[in-house]
């Protein structure tokens, strides 16, 4: 078992930064990938970032040079650096760890983003 944590989210105006934590416990050897999904709305959850073991990170094509994942090994966590943040990136955050044994998910944290 893996238990995710979230925090950091908020509520910032347009242009602001925010970064949000994702600390893991349990089972952590099993982690082999992080991520951030988020979900708007009256929409689907969909993949921000995501980092594997080795350090390789991936975003999506609407995040590609405002938002930065990263992970701190030593404390088990995973950032997500999100700067020029739109009100389009409103919704809620969610963290997830892959093992080959399936996906565990934190719990969400709000992120809005208004004038």
């Known amino acids: 078992q893996v238990q995710l944590v979230e925090s950091g989210g908020g509520l910032v105006q347009p242009g602001g930064s925010l970064r949000l934590s994702c600390a893991a416990s349990?089972?952590?050897?099993?982690?082999?990938?992080m991520g951030w999904h988020r979900q708007a709305p009256g929409k689907q959850r969909e993949l921000v970032a995501s980092?594997?073991?080795?350090?390789?990170?991936n975003y999506a094509d609407s995040v590609k040079g405002r938002f930065t994942i990263s992970g701190d090994n030593a404390k088990n966590t995973v950032y997500l650096q999100m700067d020029s943040l739109k009100p389009e990136d409103t919704a809620v955050y969610y963290c997830?760890?892959?093992?080959?044994?399936?996906?565990?998910w934190g719990q969400g944290t709000q992120v809005t983003v208004s004038s």
């Open positions: 997830n760890g892959d093992t080959y044994s399936g996906r565990y």
């Open positions: 349990g089972n952590i050897v099993s982690i082999y990938n």
């Open positions: 980092i594997t073991k080795g350090g390789s990170t």
